[in-house]
């Protein structure tokens, strides 16, 4: 079974950064979209960032301009950079690869959280 995992979670003081860690088998990361969701308590999984290989990453309005995906190609790794943090940004932070044209993903990492004190 293919597993994604997540690294790089911990407590942070708003307005701090965090830098998450997403490693994947190498077939599943150099042809793929790979995103990055995170899970509030009592809320629902929300979209965050997305990259297309050479192509484009997107974001939600609620993290532009404070965090940033990447890709390391030579380690298959991808990256969520997050600076200016807020409290709303606490959550669990899942990776994922693979969407279909129904937009489902098909991989998933197990989750690392995030906590963002005032």
Known sequence: Q?????????????????????AAPANIFRINIMGWH????????????????GISTNYADSVKGRFTIS?????????????????????VYYCSAHRNTLGQWTY?????????SS
Do not use: I
């Open 2 to 22: 293919v597993q994604l995992m997540e690294s790089g979670g911990g407590l942070v003081q708003a307005g701090g950064s965090l830098r998450l860690s997403c």
């Open 38 to 53: 995170r899970q509030a308590p009592g809320r629902q999984r929300e979209l965050v960032a997305t990259v297309v290989p």
């Open 71 to 91: 890709r390391d190609n030579g380690n298959n790794t991808m990256y969520l950079q997050m600076n200016s943090l807020k409290p709303d940004d606490t959550g």
């Open 108 to 116: 998933w990492g197990q989750g690392t959280q995030v906590t963002v």
